[in-house]
């Protein structure tokens, strides 16, 4: 019976986490838009249109809606977070369901809960750089960025996205964070009798 249970929570556990660690790349670089990753960041008192522009840069732009830049970067990391969310939480539900596992609501709640939470609080920045100061890489982050090119053509260095030091720590924290989910929410699943 010691042994059953062993192997039910090991085998839940490893659904789980293949669901909120295998996924999380596929949620963050194919369904997260490129105007969400580029304004998800953005900090401020200054206003800016939906797309993240700034308003005084463009004043051929007087009748768009404008925010302030914190406002819009709450607004794009929000969005970010509920797709995110909800895809990793129904690729949850989809594989225990296809092995014969129901998860309770509770535990899978739990689970989303600390993946969503937790990816809002460091796709916004500002933890995730105090996190990298604490643990000392933050020469790592500035040693390696990118250089891409603004929409006149002019290089620009680029701190975050795809091929900086930023993104690989960012997916690392996150799968880091899946592992404790997966195992948070298989521990309350599996406390009582689970159901089949």
């Known amino acids: 019976m010691i042994r059953a249970r062993a192997i039910e929570r090991l085998a839940l556990f490893g ?8 996924i999380h790349p596929f949620c963050d670089h194919w369904a997260q838009g490129s105007e969400t990753a580029r304004c998800k960041r953005l900090y401020g008192p200054q206003l800016v249109y939906r797309d993240g522009w700034p308003v005084e840069a463009d004043a051929g732009r007087a009748a768009e809606p404008t925010m302030t830049a914190s406002a ?24 225990t369901r296809a092995f014969g596992y129901r998860v309770p609501a509770s535990a899978l709640l739990a689970g989303a809960a600390i993946n969503g939470v937790t990816h809002a609080a460091i796709d916004r920045g ?17 040693h390696c960025q990118a250089v891409r090119l603004d929409k006149d053509g002019t290089p620009k260095k680029e701190i975050n996205g795809p091929g900086t030091a930023w993104i690989e720590l960012d997916a690392a924290l996150h799968r880091v964070i899946g592992v404790g989910a997966a195992a948070v929410t298989t521990w309350l699943a599996t406390r009582k009798a689970g159901r089949r």
């Open 72 to 95: 819009r970067g709450r607004r794009a990391v929000a969005l970010h977070v509920a797709t995110y969310t909800a895809i990793q939480t129904g690729a949850a539900v989809a594989l």
């Open 15 to 22: 659904s789980l986490l293949a669901a909120f660690g295998e």
């Open 126 to 142: 500002a933890l995730f750089l105090w996190l990298a100061k604490k643990a000392g890489q933050t020469g790592y982050i500035e």
